[in-house]
């Protein structure tokens, strides 16, 4: 096979795998943490919801609270926007203030994934997370991905990808 089709394989294969996992894994995530948020009369919040500069399809809107660290700054977080919050600090959200939070792609560009962890299990009920699959190509080769999890679980064993967001991908 030729460097030319190669790439366009492995390209087809990343376009492919992200579709399904859009369709099969993120908004079954979504619907799950807004019947859990609904049935105990909380609110929901999607930490890394995206924004129209920084997600190819724009934000992924489904919490009351939608924020993102690219987001502008707001004196109020207004349903159906997206809002500036920092993953690893929401110290403007009270303990279980939240019945769920959905995370989804989020916690492998992170520094510091105990961290946010702790951090979103102390102001949510519940909290939805979805990582990469262990055979995603992005998994491992995306730019902004610090930390590969094995299994695509988020709790279980990681590697440490790059010490820094970088524009190539093994630096």
């Known amino acids: 096979m030729n460097p030319v089709s190669c790439f366009k394989w492995i390209c087809a294969w990343g376009v492919a795998a992200w579709a399904l996992d859009l ?3 993120r908004l079954p995530a979504l619907r ?46 207004e349903r159906h926007t997206v809002c500036y ?19 989804l792609h989020i916690l492998e560009h992170l520094d510091d994934p105990e961290t946010a962890l702790k951090e979103w299990n102390r102001v949510a009920d519940k909290v939805y997370i979805i990582v990469p699959r262990w055979w995603s190509i992005l998994a491992f080769t995306h730019p902004g991905h610090m930390w590969y999890f094995y299994d695509g679980n988020p709790a279980g064993s990681k590697v440490r990808l790059r010490e820094k967001m970088s524009i190539f991908p093994f630096i």
């Open 85 to 103: 919050c920092d993953a690893m600090d929401l110290k403007q959200y009270p303990d279980k203030h939240f019945g769920s939070l959905v995370a």
């Open 32 to 77: 799950n943490a807004r019947e859990y948020a609904d049935s105990v009369g909380k609110p929901m919040i999607n930490v890394g919801a995206g924004t129209w500069s920084s997600w190819l399809t724009g934000p992924l809107l489904g919490g009351d609270v939608n924020c993102d660290i690219s987001a502008p700054t707001a004196d109020k977080c």
């Open 23 to 25: 369709i099969f894994r």
